[in-house]
């Protein structure tokens, strides 16, 4: 599935990923292939990727949102420390 995250100033990241690990507002949860259509506030915490090939890419967000739709994840954050 592809991801993007975007901030109101750059994109931080865009990528195939095999899942995707959010801080939902009342909990982490996972996003994984053919997860259903949702879309999510999310509060501050670690965000952690694992791409197409296995590689693991953690960083913290401040507030945003999350979007799921077919095999299509958009994470809409106010920012990200790396």
């Known amino acids: 599935m592809n991801l993007i995250v975007l901030t109101p100033e750059k ?3 865009t990528g195939q990923i095999t899942s995707v690990k959010v801080p939902g507002i009342s909990g982490q949860f996972e996003i994984l292939k053919n ?7 999310l509060s501050q915490g670690d965000v952690r990727i694992i791409d197409a090939k296995g590689k693991k ?4 967000i401040k507030k945003g949102f999350v979007e799921v739709l077919k ?6 954050v ?3 420390q790396e």
């Open 57 to 60: 890419k953690t960083f913290k």
């Open 78 to 80: 106010q920012g990200v």
């Open 11 to 13: 994109e931080i990241y």
């Open 35 to 41: 997860h259903a259509p949702i879309v999510a506030a």
């Open 71 to 76: 095999n299509e994840v958009s994470l809409l």
